[in-house]
């Protein structure tokens, strides 16, 4: 689908930065994959499985299918994305509230300060260079599966994003995914977002216009867990 090219609400996705990001990808899945089919190997000669067949089997379960969604959501496919970027809770320094969302775009990382000096942290997706920000907001509103109304800014670069001027149904060719939540300063939506993406090969890459990126599986933990006015703070890059 062409909408897969689109950003949520503020920008394209490069394509050049993609195609670049898939090669650089092909070597690194190769060695990993290899790696644990081979230690897999090993453990089942010991009638035991492997550290990484175990780590293989949660992640399968963490990023596994959503049937139960009202657009079921397939699995991911975790062997695109770099392991440093699967969810996980870290130890992350801040004097932030627990439930204040840290984005780091430098490190494409996006965190939920849960207290005592831990965070749960994602990857993520961020923009490309010239559309970077950085500042205070908070959550103005938040959205399942929501419809996505192409800013005339968008229109004007890209015509063929016209004939969703009046907004395109959620579902998942909808460039906003699953969740979304929406950014706000002073009372006005800022037009980003941190929205959830099926396209795994664009975690750890800056292809937005502005938007922040979670995988479909991580931004329904992280929305669950966010109320709006929640206080988002943007990182300098």
């Not at 089997?57 to 959503?66: E, M």
């Not at 996980?88 to 801040?94: F, K, P």
């Not at 995914?177 to 795994?200: C, E, H, M, V």
């Not at 502005?210 to 943007?234: F, H, N």
Request: proline share 7%.
């Amino acid at each position: 689908m062409i909408m897969r090219s689109w950003h949520a609400n503020a920008g394209a996705i490069d394509k050049d930065a993609l195609l670049g990001l898939r090669s650089a990808l092909l070597d690194r899945r190769a060695f990993l994959f290899g790696s644990a089919i081979g230690l897999g190997t090993l453990g089942l000669a010991g009638c035991a499985p492997s550290e990484d067949a175990l780590r293989l089997a949660a992640l399968t379960k963490v990023y596994g299918p959503v049937p139960d969604e009202r657009f079921p959501i397939p699995a991911v496919d975790v062997s695109k994305v770099d392991p440093k970027y699967y969810r996980q809770t870290v130890r992350y320094d801040s004097k932030e509230a627990p439930g204040t969302i840290v984005v780091d775009p430098a490190n494409h990382f996006v965190y939920r300060i849960e207290g005592d000096g831990n965070a749960t942290r994602y990857g993520a997706n961020v923009s490309r260079t010239g559309f970077l920000w950085s500042g205070e907001a908070y959550v103005g509103r938040k959205a399942e599966w929501p419809i996505w109304t192409p800013p005339k800014e968008m229109i004007q670069r890209q015509p063929e994003a016209g004939k969703y001027a009046g907004g395109m149904p959620g579902g998942l060719d909808n460039p906003l995914g699953a969740r979304t939540l929406y950014l706000y300063q002073n009372g006005k939506y800022t037009l980003f977002t941190i929205y959830s993406t099926s396209d795994p090969e664009t975690i750890g890459a800056g292809v937005t216009s502005g938007c922040t990126g979670l995988l479909s599986q991580d931004m329904i933990d992280l929305y669950s867990r966010t109320p709006v006015k929640t206080k988002v703070v943007v990182l300098p890059a």
